[in-house]
């Protein structure tokens, strides 16, 4: 990931509210200032540093969540995983010669129960208006290890079977679903829950030529799907996933990953 060679200053200050029981609105600003470790120019601009400030707004929805206001403060009696989450923020350029740009990100999740059984779906929607550059951009959500991309641990929003750093885009669409089948206790600790799951990505990325670097935008559908056993015992388990459809690779190890799940307050 071209992020891991920059150095980030950031400066954070926000401010948040409830706009009534079921949702929370933040106003935030924001310094930040990224060193460029490596050879990078960006709509012919040669710097090694950007510096923006970013007013931001957020709301954040929560439907069938319960919450109890006490003097103390809000607390939550009841969580539910069905939310939705957006971010607005305007970057704006604190020296010469450099673009700003406006980004929108939304964060969707939730569960539903069936006779198939328990369906988690989370998905991601961002796009960016105006030039960024390439740290500012959607970064693939890759979790594999380029030297060693066939372990590692999971994640609930990441694409196990995709190297970090491989693609780049300034619009995009994320698709995480995971179908529980069933779940059994073995023994009062041991507990098995057979699991399938579908992510998917898509992207794309305008005036790629104002970057002087080589990178992929997601244009084609990346898709992996898996089977995992989660929370065994102590809320550790295992999964296995591979990765199917355009970007699938013709030697089967760079397709296929096993990855640890630690989910310690499941």
Known sequence: SYSNYTKLTRIYSYYSSDINRYMEGALGMEYSRQDVLFPYAFAGINTNKYEYASPSISLHYYPKSKKINTPEGKYTIENKPTFLHLTAKQYIPLQENLGSNFSADLVFNTRIKSILGTTTVHSQAGYI????????TFEGMGLAFRNVQSFGLASHDGFMTMPSGSFYSDKRIALFMRQLLFSTKV????????????SALWGNMQDREQHNITFEVPSKLYQEVGVELRNIIFGMGIGSYYRIGAYQEPTFSKNVAFRLIFEPFY
């Open 129 to 136: 208006i105006g030039s960024a550059p390439i740290f500012n």
């Open 187 to 198: 023994t009062k600790q041991i507990q098995f829950n057979p699991t399938l799951t579908y």
